[in-house]
Protein backbone atom coordinates (compact mmCIF):
# COMPACT_ATOMS: atom_id res chain seq x y z
CA UNK A 1 0.00 0.00 0.00
CA UNK A 2 2.87 1.98 0.58
CA UNK A 3 4.48 1.79 -3.01
CA UNK A 4 1.11 2.54 -4.67
CA UNK A 5 0.40 5.47 -2.46
CA UNK A 6 3.94 6.95 -3.66
CA UNK A 7 2.93 6.08 -7.12
CA UNK A 8 -0.35 7.63 -6.69
CA UNK A 9 1.43 11.15 -5.60
CA UNK A 10 3.86 10.77 -8.72
CA UNK A 11 1.08 9.97 -11.26
CA UNK A 12 -0.69 13.41 -9.61
CA UNK A 13 2.29 15.34 -9.51
CA UNK A 14 5.89 13.90 -10.32
CA UNK A 15 8.72 15.29 -8.32
CA UNK A 16 12.55 14.05 -8.23
CA UNK A 17 14.03 11.47 -10.73
CA UNK A 18 11.09 9.03 -10.58
CA UNK A 19 8.88 11.95 -11.46
CA UNK A 20 11.10 12.60 -14.25
CA UNK A 21 11.47 8.94 -15.36
CA UNK A 22 7.45 8.55 -15.16
CA UNK A 23 7.20 12.23 -17.64
CA UNK A 24 9.48 10.80 -20.20
CA UNK A 25 7.22 7.53 -20.15
CA UNK A 26 3.86 9.20 -20.26
CA UNK A 27 5.85 10.84 -23.88
CA UNK A 28 5.76 7.83 -25.40
CA UNK A 29 2.69 6.19 -23.66
CA UNK A 30 0.34 9.13 -24.70
CA UNK A 31 1.61 9.97 -27.74
CA UNK A 32 -1.32 7.68 -29.61
CA UNK A 33 -3.98 8.60 -27.55
CA UNK A 34 -3.16 12.65 -27.92
CA UNK A 35 -2.52 11.71 -31.70
CA UNK A 36 -6.53 10.36 -32.17
CA UNK A 37 -7.80 13.43 -30.02
CA UNK A 38 -5.99 16.10 -31.96
CA UNK A 39 -7.41 14.56 -34.87
CA UNK A 40 -10.88 15.43 -34.05
CA UNK A 41 -10.67 19.50 -33.85
CA UNK A 42 -9.42 22.05 -36.48
CA UNK A 43 -5.78 23.86 -35.22
CA UNK A 44 -4.93 26.34 -37.47
CA UNK A 45 -1.42 27.42 -38.21
CA UNK A 46 -1.21 30.70 -36.58
CA UNK A 47 -3.33 29.73 -33.22
CA UNK A 48 -2.28 30.22 -29.88
CA UNK A 49 -2.68 27.38 -28.12
CA UNK A 50 -2.41 26.40 -23.95
CA UNK A 51 -1.96 22.97 -22.84
CA UNK A 52 -3.09 22.76 -19.36
CA UNK A 53 -1.24 19.97 -17.43
CA UNK A 54 1.40 19.92 -19.80
CA UNK A 55 3.56 16.79 -18.00
CA UNK A 56 6.63 16.24 -19.84
CA UNK A 57 6.01 18.53 -22.52
CA UNK A 58 5.20 15.93 -25.88
CA UNK A 59 1.87 17.21 -26.68
CA UNK A 60 3.14 21.05 -26.87
CA UNK A 61 5.56 19.35 -28.72
CA UNK A 62 2.95 18.02 -31.30
CA UNK A 63 0.84 21.42 -31.10
CA UNK A 64 3.57 23.75 -31.48
CA UNK A 65 4.54 21.49 -35.30
CA UNK A 66 0.81 21.95 -36.10
CA UNK A 67 0.63 26.00 -35.31
CA UNK A 68 3.76 25.95 -36.85
CA UNK A 69 3.40 30.07 -37.14
CA UNK A 70 1.54 30.77 -33.74
CA UNK A 71 2.74 29.75 -30.05
CA UNK A 72 1.79 27.32 -27.34
CA UNK A 73 2.06 27.35 -24.18
CA UNK A 74 2.47 24.42 -21.41
CA UNK A 75 1.41 24.82 -17.47
CA UNK A 76 1.89 22.32 -14.93
CA UNK A 77 1.52 22.60 -11.09
CA UNK A 78 4.44 20.04 -10.97
CA UNK A 79 8.25 21.69 -10.98
CA UNK A 80 9.40 18.57 -12.20
CA UNK A 81 7.46 18.33 -15.50
CA UNK A 82 7.90 22.42 -15.69
CA UNK A 83 11.38 21.04 -15.80
CA UNK A 84 11.11 18.40 -18.02
CA UNK A 85 8.53 20.06 -20.12
CA UNK A 86 11.10 22.43 -21.20
CA UNK A 87 14.21 19.99 -21.55
CA UNK A 88 11.39 18.74 -24.29
CA UNK A 89 10.94 21.80 -26.15
CA UNK A 90 14.27 23.14 -25.52
CA UNK A 91 14.44 24.53 -29.25
CA UNK A 92 11.28 25.70 -29.40
CA UNK A 93 11.42 27.78 -26.65
CA UNK A 94 14.89 29.13 -27.64
CA UNK A 95 12.86 30.52 -30.85
CA UNK A 96 10.07 32.15 -29.22
CA UNK A 97 7.39 29.44 -30.43
CA UNK A 98 6.90 27.36 -27.15
CA UNK A 99 6.20 28.71 -23.30
CA UNK A 100 5.97 26.36 -20.32
CA UNK A 101 5.23 27.70 -16.71
CA UNK A 102 4.25 26.74 -13.44
CA UNK A 103 0.92 27.56 -12.14
CA UNK A 104 -2.51 26.15 -11.41
CA UNK A 105 -5.53 25.40 -13.81
CA UNK A 106 -7.35 27.10 -11.11
CA UNK A 107 -5.93 30.01 -11.13
CA UNK A 108 -4.66 30.40 -15.00
CA UNK A 109 -1.68 33.31 -15.38
CA UNK A 110 -2.72 34.52 -18.50
CA UNK A 111 -5.44 37.21 -20.13
CA UNK A 112 -9.14 36.96 -20.81
CA UNK A 113 -9.36 35.43 -23.90
CA UNK A 114 -6.08 34.97 -25.19
CA UNK A 115 -6.46 31.45 -26.82
CA UNK A 116 -7.68 29.77 -29.29
CA UNK A 117 -7.28 26.36 -28.30
CA UNK A 118 -6.92 24.58 -25.03
CA UNK A 119 -5.78 20.53 -24.51
CA UNK A 120 -5.95 18.74 -21.48
CA UNK A 121 -4.56 14.98 -21.99
CA UNK A 122 -4.90 12.85 -19.27
CA UNK A 123 -5.15 15.77 -16.79
CA UNK A 124 -8.64 16.73 -15.95
CA UNK A 125 -9.56 14.11 -13.29
CA UNK A 126 -7.22 15.56 -10.74
CA UNK A 127 -7.93 19.05 -11.45
CA UNK A 128 -9.49 20.34 -8.01
CA UNK A 129 -12.56 21.62 -8.57
CA UNK A 130 -13.39 20.51 -12.10
CA UNK A 131 -16.58 22.84 -13.15
CA UNK A 132 -14.70 26.01 -12.05
CA UNK A 133 -11.74 25.13 -13.09
CA UNK A 134 -12.96 24.40 -16.77
CA UNK A 135 -15.03 27.78 -16.50
CA UNK A 136 -11.38 29.01 -15.75
CA UNK A 137 -10.50 27.90 -18.93
CA UNK A 138 -13.31 29.18 -20.49
CA UNK A 139 -12.29 32.74 -19.21
CA UNK A 140 -8.86 32.59 -21.11
CA UNK A 141 -10.48 31.23 -24.41
CA UNK A 142 -11.35 33.34 -27.37
CA UNK A 143 -15.00 33.42 -28.35
CA UNK A 144 -15.49 30.32 -30.53
CA UNK A 145 -12.53 28.55 -28.80
CA UNK A 146 -12.20 25.43 -28.59
CA UNK A 147 -11.57 23.14 -25.15
CA UNK A 148 -10.61 19.71 -25.77
CA UNK A 149 -10.56 17.12 -22.67
CA UNK A 150 -8.58 14.06 -23.82
CA UNK A 151 -8.67 10.64 -21.65
CA UNK A 152 -7.16 7.57 -21.70
CA UNK A 153 -9.93 5.81 -19.82
CA UNK A 154 -13.90 6.50 -18.70
CA UNK A 155 -16.54 4.84 -16.72
CA UNK A 156 -17.91 2.65 -19.30
CA UNK A 157 -16.93 0.99 -22.06
CA UNK A 158 -14.75 -1.63 -22.97
CA UNK A 159 -11.76 -1.39 -20.21
CA UNK A 160 -14.61 0.04 -17.45
CA UNK A 161 -13.66 -2.59 -14.66
CA UNK A 162 -9.77 -2.27 -15.31
CA UNK A 163 -10.06 1.80 -15.32
CA UNK A 164 -12.31 1.77 -12.26
CA UNK A 165 -9.64 -0.34 -10.79
CA UNK A 166 -7.15 1.94 -11.43
CA UNK A 167 -8.60 5.18 -10.84
CA UNK A 168 -9.59 3.91 -7.17
CA UNK A 169 -5.79 3.42 -6.81
CA UNK A 170 -4.84 6.92 -7.82
CA UNK A 171 -7.94 8.21 -5.74
CA UNK A 172 -9.53 10.19 -8.65
CA UNK A 173 -12.71 9.74 -10.91
CA UNK A 174 -13.49 8.65 -13.64
CA UNK A 175 -16.96 10.03 -15.59
CA UNK A 176 -18.80 8.23 -18.15
CA UNK A 177 -19.45 10.14 -22.11
CA UNK A 178 -22.70 11.32 -20.59
CA UNK A 179 -21.23 13.27 -17.19
CA UNK A 180 -18.39 14.16 -19.32
CA UNK A 181 -21.17 15.78 -21.35
CA UNK A 182 -22.99 17.30 -18.38
CA UNK A 183 -19.49 18.59 -17.24
CA UNK A 184 -18.82 20.54 -20.21
CA UNK A 185 -22.68 22.06 -20.52
CA UNK A 186 -22.81 23.21 -16.87
CA UNK A 187 -19.31 24.70 -16.99
CA UNK A 188 -20.68 27.03 -20.09
CA UNK A 189 -19.64 25.32 -23.14
CA UNK A 190 -21.44 25.42 -26.34
CA UNK A 191 -21.75 22.58 -29.18
CA UNK A 192 -20.41 20.07 -26.86
CA UNK A 193 -19.00 16.55 -28.30
CA UNK A 194 -17.97 13.27 -26.58
CA UNK A 195 -16.11 11.11 -28.98
CA UNK A 196 -15.38 7.52 -27.87
CA UNK A 197 -12.61 4.95 -29.20
CA UNK A 198 -14.28 1.95 -27.78
CA UNK A 199 -11.37 -0.20 -28.84
CA UNK A 200 -8.51 1.76 -27.09
CA UNK A 201 -10.93 2.31 -24.27
CA UNK A 202 -10.41 6.24 -24.96
CA UNK A 203 -12.62 9.58 -24.77
CA UNK A 204 -12.49 12.74 -25.82
CA UNK A 205 -14.87 15.95 -25.10
CA UNK A 206 -15.06 19.14 -27.15
CA UNK A 207 -16.40 22.31 -25.91
CA UNK A 208 -16.74 25.80 -27.39
CA UNK A 209 -16.78 29.20 -26.08
CA UNK A 210 -19.99 30.82 -27.02
CA UNK A 211 -19.45 34.17 -28.98
Not at 37 to 52: E, K, M
Not at 144 to 168: P, S
Not at 185 to 203: F, H, P, T
Request: proline fraction near 2%.
Amino acid sequence: MRIMSKLSQQWRKPTGWLGGLLLRAMNINHSKLTDWGLSHISIGTQDTILDVGCGGGGTVRKLARIAAEGKVYGIDFSEESVTVSRRTNKQLIKIGRVEIRHGSVSCLPFSDAMFDLVTAVNTHNYWPDLVTDMREVLRVLKPGGTLTIIEGGYKGGKYAHRNERFAELLNIALHSVNELSELFSIAGYADVQILEEYGWGWISGIGRKPF
